[in-house]
């Protein structure tokens, strides 16, 4: 009734409250108006960096944040991972380019881990990372930006102070090479999600490390353990919890769009891979759909976490201290459950 009272008072004063009818029917145009502004503010713009290694996944993640209405995607920082880094920065623009937002903009990064070790040779998505089709019409690298990733990272947060959030869907490279360039970089960030990392051990890469926190195990190391700020993750368990029904995947890749026809291309060599699973897993839209939708993660964990560096089957595996044993004052918010209806709008949305 206190909010209904000052409704009346700010409505009164602006002219605009039905000063006839029953108190019925004034209390609900004031719940209408109340439900109304708090939607408004829950709709307020994000501000997204994405961080990527494409990947068909990445491809799949970045079209679902350059659609949403309610973000405006900062820049594209790129990484090597899926393929390599030059290939990675050209299919970046290739998505931009089939959405037709190539004023966004993209930057190259890291080449290589930081102890410089071999790209892990998965090449799940093919040896490009899209699925070795032809591309006639994919953009020249000359459409990346001079700056390099890191200095972009550090550049937009920079101008944007706690408004940023920081999408990381790939290996941990060029943040962890950030937040060493300037270790206040985490508290400028409104926060950070990762697609990456496992809670229970389940490797994707090797026996029990999870490809992007494998791909560079310091990299994940220096993110998980200096980037103080709230951080959400998607691990490679909770993402596999939660695939979409193949009824759903084929209908949404079948819309006979531009972008969902493009999507359609790059999946051909992977999506057989995976047709012995429950249902569709696209990893790396998990860690976007949470970025953009604050209601798409229903359950989550707060607890510490580190990187295993030296273990000869467990090098990359994240370690989730359950029991408080490491007393880490920074707890991160594994993902638990999600609302996977949401999801699917997000997907639906990508394609239009
Ligand atoms: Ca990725």
């Not at 939607?39 to 491809?59: E, H, N, R």
């Not at 596999?240 to 790059?266: D, G, M, R, V």
């Not at 201290?321 to 949401?342: A, E, G, N, P």
């Amino acid at each position: 009734m206190v909010n209904i009272n000052l409704f009346v008072v700010i409505k009164y004063s602006s002219g605009q409250v039905p000063l006839e009818g029953s108190k019925h029917e004034l209390e609900k145009f004031c719940e209408d108006w109340i439900r109304t502004q708090i939607q408004g503010i829950s709709k307020m713009k994000k501000f997204l960096l994405v961080d990527v290694d494409p990947g068909v996944d990445d491809a799949v993640a970045l079209m679902i944040a350059l659609e949403s209405p309610n973000v405006e995607v900062l820049g594209i920082t790129c990484c090597y991972g899926n393929s390599q880094l030059q290939n990675t920065s050209r299919n970046a623009l290739r998505v931009l380019h089939v959405c037709n937002k190539l004023e966004i903009p993209v930057y190259s990064g890291a080449s290589a881990s930081i102890l410089g070790e071999p790209l892990v040779d998965t090449f799940y998505y093919g040896k490009d990372g899209f699925g070795d089709i032809p591309d006639l019409h994919a953009p020249s690298l000359d459409f990346l930006q001079k700056e390099h990733a890191v200095h972009a990272i550090l550049r937009i947060v920079n101008e944007r102070p706690g408004q940023v959030s920081l999408v990381a869907v790939g290996p941990l490279t060029n943040l962890a090479l950030a937040v060493k360039m300037d270790p206040a970089l985490p508290k400028k960030l409104k926060n950070v999600f990762i697609m990456g990392g496992n809670i229970e051990g389940k490797g994707n890469d090797t026996v029990s490390a999870e490809f992007n926190f494998a791909s560079d195990p310091e990299a994940a190391y220096i993110v998980l353990n200096e980037y103080n700020c709230p951080v959400y993750i998607a691990s490679w368990e909770f993402i596999n919890s939660f695939p979409l029904p193949w009824n759903f995947y084929h209908q949404w890749i079948n819309q006979n769009t531009e972008k969902a026809n493009f999507l359609k291309k790059i999946h051909a060599h992977s999506i057989t891979k995976g047709e012995h699973k429950p249902g569709f897993v696209s990893c790396d839209s998990y860690a976007v759909a949470a970025a953009i939708d604050d209601n798409f993660v229903t359950e989550v964990t707060s607890v510490g976490v580190t990187v295993e560096l030296r273990g000869s089957l467990t090098r990359g595996m994240m370690v989730v201290d359950w029991t408080d044993k490491l007393k880490k004052k920074h707890q991160v918010f594994i993902m638990r459950k999600c609302d996977l209806r949401k999801l699917e709008a997000l997907f639906m949305a990508a394609v239009k």
